[in-house]
Nanobody
């Protein structure tokens, strides 16, 4: 069973930082785009950031551009999300997504494997 596992979520004050990690076991994801999505209560899951297999191409949602940085370590079959200058509106469950089947990196339908999510709460 392939299951990405997120870690690093928690409670932080506005302006603070958190670093999320996603480790995948069961198969290698080094040849595919990986991404982070988030879902706030009562809202649809939304794209946060994606990173190509080489790490050379990254895409960010406008809401996080300049504050979040996505990275990956293919040797560890892992990806990361460094979140700085956090805002209360960043509060959500953050999901790791792996194995993008299409070029539509912002679409939830493009990804085959999903983690269970990690809660990020930003207090004002």
């Amino acid at each position: 069973q392939v299951q990405p596992v997120e870690s690093g979520g928690g409670l932080v004050q506005a302006g603070g930082s958190l670093r999320l990690s996603c480790a995948a076991s069961g198969r290698t994801f080094s040849s595919n785009t990986m991404a982070w999505f988030r879902q706030a209560p009562g809202q649809e899951r939304e794209f946060v950031a994606s990173i190509s297999w080489s790490g050379g191409n990254t895409v960010y949602a406008d809401a996080v551009k300049g504050r979040f940085t996505i990275s990956r370590d293919n040797a560890k079959n892992s990806e990361y999300l460094q979140m700085n200058t956090l805002k209360p509106e960043d509060t959500a469950v953050y999901y790791c997504a792996a194995h993008c089947r299409t070029g539509l990196v912002r679409s939830t339908y493009a990804y085959v494997y999903w983690g269970q999510g990690t809660q990020v709460t930003v207090s004002s």
